[in-house]
């Protein structure tokens, strides 16, 4: 029975999450607008990642330059450096450990903030007091999750690129203008649209995720460490499927 549960919690919480995702949608297009609180959101979620981003992007670069150079050097492919790893943190490496970064401290403060507002009955009284608490606490955080991941991608891309490029600086002599020059001629339009569109889901699931269980939050402060952890575990694990699908479907272009 244990088994039956879950297999059926789950796919209850699949339906609860589609159901928020809807309502979303819905409030989203409906005015008021709040965007003074999208502002700060931004702001909350943007600039305060970006020490956190930039730090992981600059040790995934290096680290990922000095395991890679050995082999490469090996089968005298030494030159081909730039290319791999910009090519490789362009299209997965970057969004991905991005996203998963911003799981981990975005989807879990959003789900501790919203679950104490619901544990302490803020939520209600803004709900009696005629507000929105939906379109004021949930779509701005959706939102600004969703607009300001991107640029977190870009930031921690180009923190990456420099790590690597100054390895091969120390290591192997090459100047930062023709390590760049290399590393630009090698990317398309292939390898940053892509992985831009796909940024953009991955912001707007980890606002959703987030918001959805801090929202529905169980009453008792228990419920709100509940909904923080579950958060990042379910928003992480949605990231690696939204992952899957857009290389599934860019892969599909490419063929046509």
């Known amino acids: ?8 919690q789950f796919f209850v919480q699949i339906g609860e999450l589609s159901y928020f995702a809807g309502r979303f949608f819905k409030e989203v297009f409906t005015p008021p607008f709040e965007f003074r609180e999208l502002l700060r959101q931004c702001y909350q979620m943007g600039n305060r990642s970006l020490v956190l981003v ?6 995934i670069g290096l680290v990922m330059t000095l395991q890679s150079r050995p082999t490469l050097i090996q089968f005298g492919a030494v030159s081909w450096m730039p290319n791999m790893t910009g090519i490789s943190i362009v299209r997965e490496i970057g ?16 789900g501790a903030e919203l679950g ?6 803020q939520i209600d009284a803004m709900e ?17 999750t969703t607009l300001m991941l ?15 490029a100054l390895v091969e600086n120390l290591k192997g002599d090459v100047s930062f203008q023709l390590y760049f020059n290399i590393v630009f001629d090698a990317l398309g339009f292939g390898d940053i649209i892509p ?29 709100v460490g ?13 990231v690696f499927v939204v992952d899957f699908i857009a290389v599934f479907v860019s892969d599909i272009f490419y063929e046509l």
């Not at 009696?128 to 600004?144: D, H, M, Q, W």
């Not at 991608?153 to 690597?164: K, N, Q, R």
């Open 1 to 8: 029975m244990k088994l039956v549960d879950r297999i059926k």
């Open 54 to 59: 930039g730090v992981t992007g600059f040790i």
């Open 95 to 110: 969004p991905v450990i991005t996203a998963l970064i911003c799981a981990g401290r975005i989807a879990s403060g959003i």
């Open 116 to 121: 104490s507002m619901r544990v302490t009955e």
């Open 128 to 144: 009696v007091s005629g507000t929105n608490p939906f379109k004021y606490l949930v779509v701005t955080r959706i939102l600004a």
């Open 150 to 164: 991107p640029l977190l991608v870009v930031f921690g891309d180009l923190i990456a690129l420099y790590g690597s």
């Open 195 to 223: 992985a831009t569109i796909k940024s953009f889901f991955f912001g707007f699931v980890i606002g959703l995720v987030g918001c959805y269980k801090g929202y529905y939050s169980k009453k008792g402060t228990a419920g």
């Open 226 to 238: 509940v909904a923080a952890n579950s958060a990042v575990v379910m928003a992480s694990l949605l």
